[in-house]
C-alpha cells in the first residue's frame, strides 16, 4: 500500500489504472468527473463496477482506450498501465492497434456502433482483417466468413448464415448487441470491456447475453471489466467488486466481502435496492437525494450529503480507501459502524 491506502498495483496485473484524474472542460467550467482512480484487473480476473448513472463509469471505460472526446476531456492526472505500457502516452496509433486485437469493447447501444447500410457479418470481417493485420497475417475471404459463422453459432445464434446477410434493422437488439460482442472478441483480446452491454435489454435476453459472455470467460480465459448500474447483474458475473459514487472509488472488494460485509453506506444502499428472489413484496428502498455537482464537488466525502451517518469532519476531508480485509478496501470515516 502506498500512504494514501491504495493497492500497489501488482505486477500480474494486466491492466492497472492508477490514481487516474479526468476533467471536463465545459461552457460553466471545469467538471471534475474522475478523481484519483486506482484499480488492476489481473489476467482471467472478472471485475465489476457499479455505482448509479453519472458517477463516471463510462467515463473511466473510454479512458482506457482513449475514447474520450478530445476537445473537451482532460486527463488531469495518474496513468493507465497495459500490460506495463503506459496507454495515456500512447499514439492514436497503437491504441488503435490495442483496440479489438488486445482489448475488446462493447457498449449499451448496439444500434449507435452499427451503420443500418452495413450487414452484421461485415462487422465481423472488418474485425478479423484488423486482427490479421496487426497480427501480420492475411486470411482468404471464404475462410474469414466461416470463421465469423462458426463464431455466430458458437454465441448460440440459430441459423447464423441468415444472421451474416442480416442488416442490423433486421435483428432484434438481442441479436446486434450479440454482433457486437461477436465483433469485440473475434480478435480473442485479453480484456473485454463491457460497458452496460444488457441495459437495453429485456431480462431474458440479459440473461442470455451474460451467459454468453460468461462461457466466453471460461473457454477463453479473458479478462472481463463489466459496468453496470445494476448491482444484480455485477454479482453474478464478477469476482471482484469496484462501487464508484460521483467520480470516486468509495468500495472494492472480493464480492464475498462487498455483498457480505458492505462498510459504505453507499453500497449499503446498493444492495438493499436490488430485489431478492422470493421476496418480492420486499419494498426496495432507494438512496434519497441525487449526485452531487461535480462542477463544484463537495469539499469533503462526495457521499456526505446523502448520507445519514456523515459529520462535520466527513464535510470537509475527503477519506482515502482504507485496507480493512484481505481483499476490501472502503473510504469512510465512519467504517467501524460497519462492525456494530
Ligand atoms: N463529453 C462530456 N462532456 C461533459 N461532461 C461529460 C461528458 N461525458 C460525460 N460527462 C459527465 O461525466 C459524468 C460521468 O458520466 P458517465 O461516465 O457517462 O456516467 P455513468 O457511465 O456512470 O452513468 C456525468 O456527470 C456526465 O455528465
Ligand atoms: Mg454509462
Known amino acids: 500500500m502506498t500512504a494514501s491506502g491504495h493497492i500497489e ?18 461552457f460553466e467550467g471545469k467538471v471534475s468527473v474522475l478523481d484519483e482512480i486506482s484499480l488492476a484487473i489481473a489476467s482471467g480476473e472478472s471485475v465489476g463496477i457499479v455505482g448509479e448513472t453519472g ?67 461485415s462487422y465481423l470481417l472488418e474485425a478479423i482483417v484488423h486482427r490479421d493485420e496487426v497480427n501480420g497475417r492475411t486470411s482468404a475471404s471464404h ?16 441459423d ?13 437488439g438481442g441479436m446486434r448487441q450479440r454482433i457486437l460482442i461477436a465483433a469485440a472478441i473475434v480478435g480473442r483480446p ?3 470491456i463491457a460497458d ?13 447475453i451474460l451467459h454468453m459472455i460468461s462461457d466466453l470467460l471460461t473457454g477463453d480465459e479473458m479478462s472481463l471489466m463489466l459496468i453496470s448500474h445494476d448491482l444484480g447483474v455485477i454479482a453474478s458475473m464478477c ?37 431478492r428472489l422470493g421476496y418480492p413484496q420486499r419494498t426496495i428502498k ?32 475527503a477519506p482515502t480507501l482504507e485496507r480493512r480485509g484481505v481483499s476490501h478496501e472502503v473510504a469512510c470515516f465512519h467504517a467501524e459502524h460497519a462492525d456494530a
Not at 496509433?93 to 447500410?117: K, N, S, Y
Not at 452496460?196 to 442470455?208: C, G, K, N, Y
Open 286 to 317: 432507494g438512496i434519497p437525494g441525487q449526485i452531487p455537482n461535480l462542477l463544484k464537488p463537495p469539499q469533503g466525502c462526495r457521499f456526505a450529503a446523502r448520507c445519514a451517518l456523515a459529520d462535520s469532519r466527513c464535510r470537509t476531508e
Open 9 to 26: 498495483p501488482s505486477s500480474k496485473s494486466l491492466l492497472s489504472i492508477d490514481r487516474l484524474s479526468v476533467n471536463f472542460h465545459t
Open 160 to 172: 447464423p448464415e441468415r444472421i451474416f446477410d442480416s442488416y442490423p434493422g433486421q435483428l432484434s
Open 239 to 275: 469476482q471482484r467488486i469496484v462501487v464508484m459514487y460521483a467520480g470516486t472509488i468509495v468500495e472494492s472488494g472480493s464480492k464475498a466481502a462487498v455483498l457480505a460485509n458492505p462498510v459504505h453506506p453507499y453500497t449499503r444502499g446498493l444492495i438493499n435496492a436490488v430485489p
Open 55 to 121: 458517477c463516471g463509469k463510462s467515463v473511466l471505460a473510454k479512458s482506457v482506450l482513449g475514447l474520450l472526446p478530445s476537445r473537451t476531456a482532460r486527463y488531469a492526472g495518474g496513468g493507465i498501465l497495459w500490460k506495463g505500457e503506459n496507454l495515456l502516452r500512447a499514439p492514436q496509433r497503437r491504441l488503435r492497434r490495442i483496440r479489438g486485437a488486445e482489448i475488446g469493447m462493447v457498449f449499451q447501444d448496439p444500434m449507435t456502433f452499427l451503420d443500418p447500410l452495413y450487414t452484421a457479418g
Open 190 to 192: 485479453r480484456l473485454l
Open 143 to 158: 475462410d474469414r466468413r466461416g470463421e465469423a459463422i462458426a463464431l455466430l453459432g458458437r454465441l448460440g445464434l440459430a
Open 196 to 208: 452496460e452491454p444488457t441495459t437495453a435489454l429485456d431480462v431474458t435476453v440479459q440473461a442470455q
